[in-house]
């Protein structure tokens, strides 16, 4: 690997200073609601395996908060079966693989849900207030938001990135996975 794998001491951290706009909408959720549901529990879940969590961490990651929601036998009777699936541990044992930017883009979130990609499914409004939260200046604001009203959600977080991290980003960001290792490999340097 070119990063260090992340544990679950280190995950309010590193959701903070690197996960992208999408994954760090989920993530603020999850712990907001102490709930996601499927689509955003496939998202986030896979998308944590990639950085390296592992499964028992990832169990108790999500235990710790749909536990306080649905109550602990609950978690283990309806959910914890979907994320020993997403490693590979259960079903057919296939080892899934993180969603991509392209995946995510064309997904279809529904009322209730916090998957997708908030350049393409959020209202400008709410865009807006999340980059403000994540730390984006207002200069590059006006670029970021331009870039999603003109449909170039990746560009949008590309934007985003570089903003953030005050270094360009040449490839530009094409899975959330590569947005989280480029930005630890630079605040690791
Ligand atoms: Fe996530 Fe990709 Fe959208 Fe960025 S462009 S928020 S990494 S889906």
């Not at 980059?131 to 560009?155: C, P, T, W």
Request: hydrophobic share 30%.
């Amino acid at each position: 690997r070119e990063y260090a794998d992340i544990s679950l001491k280190d995950i309010d951290q590193v959701a903070k200073s690197s996960f992208p706009l999408c994954m760090r909408h989920l993530f603020d959720k999850l712990k907001e609601d102490h709930h996601l549901k499927h689509g955003g529990r496939m998202q986030l879940g896979l998308f944590l395996k990639g950085v390296g969590l592992n499964l028992d961490d990832a169990l108790a990651f999500w235990r710790a908060e749909f536990s306080k929601k649905v109550g602990l036998e609950k978690f283990e009777k309806q959910y914890a079966y979907g994320i020993r699936h997403n490693y590979g541990k259960e079903g057919k044992r296939t080892d899934y693989s993180p969603y991509s930017c392209t995946k995510i883009i064309s997904s279809t979130p529904g009322t209730g849900d916090h998957h997708g990609c908030p350049y393409r499914h959020f209202s400008e409004e709410n865009l807006r207030a999340a980059l403000g939260r994540m730390g984006v200046n207002s200069r590059a604001m006006e670029d970021v938001i331009d870039k999603a009203r003109n449909r170039h959600y990746q560009l949008a977080c590309t934007l985003t990135f570089e903003a953030l991290h005050g270094m360009p980003c040449d490839a530009g960001i094409n899975h959330p996975n590569q947005y989280f290792s480029d930005s630890r490999k630079i605040l690791q340097s």
